[in-house]
């Protein structure tokens, strides 16, 4: 971003993320951690300085405040406007409440089956949003470590989890690794699928198909 905008000093840039707060993202080197606990082991680790979960178009909840930025950014530019772009943005607020409801009653639990495995750590605002857990794979492009997938099988087998979540943007080696393991299933979710509305309805039921 910084790129583009240096080639136009000129460009408005509106940041939809603002007001949002970003949570770190849930790294794998976790589990290792927890791992070692759980033998016994104790030791030292530096610090690892985890960059912002960017993930925040997955939470309907989210997506309105960026909607309210969106909606503030082109009223700055486009005053004369101003009465269609507020008409637009309350029927995208109306929708997304809807849409937040449908969610919440499709993914409603009982409290005994939150968790679900995920290759990329892409769900975890979606997963916060209605009451479930994300344990990711991998993190940042990078593999579980040996260790790492020993856990994250144990852990699987340990919590029930048969199904592991894929998206089309990274390899699912590791992922069809643990789902074997599990005597689980692979399944497709796209965090950066076109039609975002329909997209988040069809996770959900697979969310909810997989947690049953």
Sequence with gaps: LKKI???NTKMVVVHTE???QKVSMITHHQHEEEAEQHQGKTGHRQDRHLSKDPHIWLSPPLVMQQARNILNGLVALDKAHRPIYEANYRKFIVEIV?????LKRTLETDGDHV?????????GYFARAYGLKQIPIEMEGKEPKPAE????????REHGIKAIFVQPQFSWQAAQT??????????LVDPLAPDWKKNLQEVAIKFQTALR
């Design 5 to 7: 905008a240096a080639t």
């Design 18 to 20: 603002a007001g949002i």
């Design 178 to 187: 643990i789902a074997h393991s599990l005597g689980g299933q692979i399944i």
């Design 115 to 123: 968790e679900f495995m995920v290759f990329h750590p892409s769900w």
């Design 149 to 156: 997938l020993q856990y994250l099988i144990q852990y699987g």
């Design 98 to 102: 809807d849409l937040d409801l449908e």
